[in-house]
């Protein structure tokens, strides 16, 4: 897979939208409806887990990523790429 970006990188992106980890050099970083998961140790990051916590508030917050980010969101369980345009 192609890297989204490297650790620093996608943190710095995802801190402007009030989602980091709770410590330093965690996984998991925390934002308003939503956890990222980063996997352990690899950097550059080329895929990350997000899970939607509270869907009043997360939707927003997922469609902000994708719209300054551009990344590709896949759902899981479907296989299908979420459009949020």
Do not use: C, F
Request: aromatic fraction near 4%; hydrophobic fraction near 40%.
């Amino acid at each position: 897979m192609t890297p989204i970006g490297t650790r620093r990188e996608i943190l710095g992106i995802l801190r402007v939208l009030n989602t980091a980890p709770q410590a330093s050099g965690e996984d998991v970083l925390y934002g308003p409806g939503i956890e990222v998961e980063l996997p352990p140790g690899l950097d550059p990051v080329t895929q990350m887990l997000l899970k939607l916590t509270d869907e009043d508030v997360g939707w927003d917050v997922i469609r902000a990523i994708a719209h300054r980010t551009h990344w590709r969101l896949l759902d899981p369980l479907s296989g299908r790429e979420l459009r949020l345009s």
